[in-house]
């Protein structure tokens, strides 16, 4: 039996997780889960699932899941970051699943790594900010970090077998969102209902937003080098609208290795589960002749600037994906607030990069003054950037 911890149960991702889990009642088991502020779902699926120990981030909905769990057996841990923590970190996890979105879940998932924990990552962030430090951790406590976002999944199965010396470049698939084939001028205007509307697959909003300007897929591309220790170079993008290959790996002598399957995240989130075993998944598989044609083509930098920002920060100094990612975060909420234009995003991130000025990411403290001081920043040109609108 395999027990997992899930820190974001509530989510798109954790909701899938736990479809997972159902469908293979028989190893996996839902021991601990951490959720943000819907206590009704979260109460729903410690009735169902039974775990040990249940946390919520908000202190309302921690106090609502306390008095409907009351005699359940569940244990209800502290609110709020220490709650995470302790989910993050219960003893008879085997692994533990990050999907709680943003940042918050950096000291969780480093705190998860050094009890041990095999960590199954859905957070991208989290890389982003401080992979040096998790890749670092996790490689002196023998920590294996399984990806769960899907291209870097289909990448992990590429590579399984793999000499590092015998790949050439990892090659990540996008969908290239909703404003794909669309001119810069043309996204002007584009608000956020119809930024949020996204094609292929169904996902909170901040990420649905970052997949409209490509800062999704540059978030991966960071995300790439760490887990799979490439540099910039040797990691591509090509949009497939088709969203059939998940990913691609470019071996030495020329050979393309892809992996192909439904847009489900429940493939992904089972690999991680069952890895290094395969396990027989109840979805339909994938029917080829009905896919038809697949398309490959290059991004289109002039009109989604945020991919080159993402290469730009992986190439500077430490702790510019830091900033890309804490201005980014900024930007996307005030482009959901009505407050900033979607054009302006990658360049409210651009003047927050251009505004850093290095020094070491050595320790969390330091990528904490990071963040802060990126955010201060990017705040203040937004603010700047509003009026124009
Ligand atoms: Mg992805």
């Not at 775990?51 to 359940?72: E, F, Y």
């Not at 094609?199 to 540059?218: F, H, Q, Y």
């Not at 600037?305 to 804490?326: D, F, K, M, S, T």
């Amino acid at each position: 039996m395999r027990r997992i911890a899930i820190l974001g149960s509530t989510g798109s991702i954790g909701r899938s997780a736990l479809s997972v889990i159902e469908a293979h009642s028989d190893r996996l088991q839902a021991v601990a889960l951490a959720a943000g502020s819907n206590a009704a779902l979260l109460c729903e699926q410690a009735e169902r699932f039974r775990p040990a120990l249940v946390s919520m981030a908000s202190a309302s909905a921690l106090a609502a899941a306390s008095t409907a769990l009351r005699g359940t057996g569940t244990r209800i841990a502290a609110g709020g970051a220490a709650g995470l923590l302790e989910v993050a970190t219960y003893p008879d996890a085997d692994i533990v699943l990050c999907a709680s979105s943003g940042t918050a879940a950096l000291e969780a998932v480093l705190a998860a790594i050094e009890a041990g924990k095999t960590i199954a990552l859905a957070n991208k962030e989290v890389l982003v900010m401080a992979g040096g430090l998790m890749t670092e951790a996790a490689r002196r406590r023998g920590v294996a970090i399984l990806p769960v976002d899907s291209e870097h999944n289909a990448i992990h199965q590429c590579l399984a077998g793999r000499r590092c010396e015998e790949v050439r470049r990892l090659v990540l698939t996008a969908s290239g969102g909703p404003f794909r084939g669309r001119s810069r001028v043309g996204l002007d205007h584009v608000g956020p209902e119809v930024a949020l509307r996204q094609p292929t697959w169904r996902m909170g909003r901040k990420i649905t937003i970052d997949s409209a300007t490509l800062m999704n897929k540059g978030l991966e591309v960071i995300e790439a080098h760490w887990l799979f220790a490439m540099p910039a170079d040797a990691i591509d993008v090509v949009i497939h609208p088709q969203s059939v290959v998940h990913s691609m790996v470019e071996l030495v002598d020329g050979s393309i290795l892809a992996q192909l399957g439904v847009t489900d995240m429940r493939l992904p989130i089972q690999y991680a589960f069952s890895y290094p075993e395969r396990w027989a998944s109840p979805l339909p598989g994938l029917d080829l002749t009905a896919c038809g044609r697949l398309d490959f083509h290059a991004p289109d930098h002039q009109s989604f600037p945020c991919l080159g920002l993402a290469y730009q920060a992986l190439r500077g100094p430490g702790g510019l994906p830091v900033v890309l990612n804490a201005a980014n975060e900024v930007a996307v909420e005030a482009f959901l607030g009505g407050q900033l234009k979607f054009t302006a995003i990658p360049e409210v991130i651009s003047r927050a990069m251009e505004a850093h000025d290095g020094g070491p990411v050595d320790s969390l403290e330091a990528v904490r003054a990071i963040d802060r001081q990126a955010r201060a920043r990017a705040r203040e040109v937004a603010a700047d950037l509003a009026l124009k609108v």
